[in-house]
């Protein structure tokens, strides 16, 4: 199964800051990856597909990218309602994985 | 707009059957372009894939591995929806259960509410 990695576990922003978060892949998946943002209670909503497409509806301050294997989901002006734990899937092979989740939090 | 809506129990216990329904309106349980998952989370394994149907020509149905033996997914074309049966289940299966639509290059764009299901007798 291809491992999904998500740096950090955790992070805490304050309203307006830049934020970054990581998810690595154990092998390629090419543009094949997902972005989901998951409020507490909720199921989780998709942001980002194909690596850097922005789902219809979504903030443009939501944005993702690729490098290899390594690939960023980029919040470019944090909001009070972006708190909520993100999640990266790849969806290159079977079966479907996830990363564990990133929690953001707000200062 | 399309949308998910999830039915079962919420409490099962140990060594039966789980069972959970989810309901799909504004698409087809046949549609050609997607298929139907069921995904579940808990703290102790995160999101987790379970198996999928769908239909191109006729039906199939996947499955994780560690989940094989245990899990069915089919299809109800009657009532446009489809279902989930986890077989001998244990405290592990304890998790909240997803069907979610996944729709191709989009993946998994739309999610049913979720069942949060106890096994616990």
């Known amino acids: 199964d291809i491992q999904m990695t998500q740096s950090p576990s955790t992070l805490s922003a304050s309203v307006g800051d830049r934020v970054t978060i990581t998810c690595r892949a154990s092998?390629?998946?090419?543009?094949?990856l997902a972005w989901y943002q998951q409020k507490p209670g909720k199921a989780p909503k998709l942001l980002i597909f194909?690596?850097?497409s922005l789902e219809s509806g979504v903030p443009s301050r939501f944005s993702g990218s690729r490098s290899g294997i390594e690939f960023t989901l980029t919040i470019t002006s944090l909001q009070p309602d972006d708190l909520a734990t993100y999640y990266c899937q790849q969806y290159n092979s079977y079966p479907w994985t996830f990363g564990r989740g990133t929690k953001v939090e707000i200062k | 707009q399309v949308q998910l809506q999830q039915s079962g129990p919420g409490l099962v216990k140990p060594s039966q059957t789980l069972s959970l329904t989810c309901a799909i309106s504004g698409d087809s349980v046949s549609a050609n372009s997607v298929t139907w998952d069921w995904i579940r989370q808990s703290p102790s394994r995160g999101l987790e894939w379970l198996g999928r149907t769908g239909y191109t020509s006729r039906w199939f149905s996947d499955y994780a591995e560690p989940m094989r033996g245990r899990v069915n997914i089919n299809s109800d074309t009657t009532n446009n929806q489809v279902s989930l049966q986890l077989s001998s289940v244990t405290p592990e299966d304890t998790a909240v259960y997803y069907c979610?639509?996944?729709?191709?290059?989009?993946?998994?764009?739309?999610w049913g509410q979720g069942i949060m299901v106890t096994v616990s007798s």
């Open positions: 979610a639509r996944k729709n191709g290059v989009f993946s998994f764009d739309i």
């Open positions: 194909k690596a850097s």
């Open positions: 092998q390629s998946i090419s543009d094949w």
